[in-house]
């Protein structure tokens, strides 16, 4: 073992110390392996420490504790601890097939239970716009007014632009749903014509190299997106645990509230937060669907489609295309 320092993790005794090294100076003087290594060893006690010692990093009435909840949604400590539970569910799983068919079937309800709910964002979506047509053509008037006693009131372009939000709601909410459906769009090439397990070694592959690396990186740009518009000073993905909690004495929340137009939709933080989910989501089902391919892979072809949920349109649906 190297006696390098070892890296940050996610309560150390001291935060202030100033001579510590980070994971990513650690990597730069040793090897990848001690790097890899280390980190997993280190997130068995990141992981329990985190759980007991919520109030560290979830209590935002203390300042600190916000700013290391803002680094470490984007460190290496959070990736490695994903990582460590992602093999931990994958280890069990290889020899008890019935605990990983637990772990697909919950991903799976919770993406089907996410965009059934969030699908009737497009029905608002269109009577929020027969409105805004009505009160525009008809009734010639500048706002719309929401509710009792104190009403949601804002000026009609808001209400319009607005609209954009159901959109990234059905979109973000509800893509891993789609997928869960077989609603994505698919380009055929060489998987139609090759057999079940090859079918399914694609798949794995796919959401691998894929599917939880781009889910990965949507999240590491996204996650600092989000809180440069939330809070002050702003974060950055570059700047360390230490400088963050310097930083948190002066931190105070300053929620993007600025629209495109004087009038318009003032609320654009969502969409960021929505971005955030959006990845979470791709990345929770990106392992789920690898555990269905590796099991189908695993069980043959009479396991194909095993315990999958899908909507159907009852008899006669295949004279509809793109149903399922």
């Known amino acids: 073992m190297s006696d390098a320092t070892p890296c940050t993790g996610f309560f ?7 001579d510590s090294i980070s994971c990513l100076d650690q990597f730069q003087s040793s090897g990848l392996v001690q790097f890899v290594s280390g ?28 700013m290391r909840f803002v680094y470490y949604g984007g460190s290496v400590e959070f990736f490695f601890a994903i990582a460590t539970i992602i093999l931990a569910i994958t280890i069990i799983g290889m020899f008890r097939n019935d605990f990983l068919w637990g772990v697909v079937r919950v991903c ?20 929020q716009q027969i409105i805004i047509v009505f009160m525009q053509r008809i009734f010639t008037r500048p706002d719309i007014s929401f509710g009792f006693g104190i009403p949601l009131q804002f000026d009609i372009s808001w209400f319009a632009e607005e609209l954009k939000l159901y959109n990234a709601l059905v979109v973000c909410l509800c893509v891993t749903y789609t997928f869960v459906q077989g609603g994505h769009v ?12 090859a079918k399914r070694v694609i ?3 796919g959401s691998l190299f894929f599917m939880v690396p781009a889910a990965v990186m949507i999240w590491m740009y996204g996650w600092y997106f989000l809180w440069r518009h939330l809070i002050v000073p702003n974060p950055s ?12 004495r002066a931190l105070r929340w300053n929620v993007e509230t600025i629209g495109f137009s004087p009038n318009g939709f003032t609320a654009y933080f969502l969409f960021k937060i929505l971005l955030v989910t959006f990845a979470a989501l791709v990345f929770i089902h990106g392992i789920a669907f690898f555990y269905r391919s590796y099991l189908e892979w695993k069980e043959g072809p009479e396991s194909e489609g095993k315990y999958l949920d899908r909507d159907t349109l009852g008899d006669g649906e295949e004279a509809y295309e793109g149903t399922h």
């Open 12 to 18: 150390r005794a001291d935060p202030a110390v100033e």
């Open 39 to 66: 980190n997993f060893l280190e997130a068995l006690y990141n992981i329990p420490a985190a759980l007991f010692s919520p109030g560290l990093w979830l209590d935002w009435s203390n300042k600190e504790a916000i």
């Open 108 to 127: 799976e309800g919770f993406a089907n239970g996410t965009g059934r709910l969030f699908a009737w964002a497009g029905l608002l979506m269109v009577l």
């Open 186 to 197: 698919r380009v055929d090439l060489v998987y139609a014509a090759v057999g079940h397990r």
């Open 203 to 205: 798949d794995m592959f």
């Open 237 to 248: 993905a570059s700047d360390t645990l230490e400088l963050l909690l310097r930083k948190s």
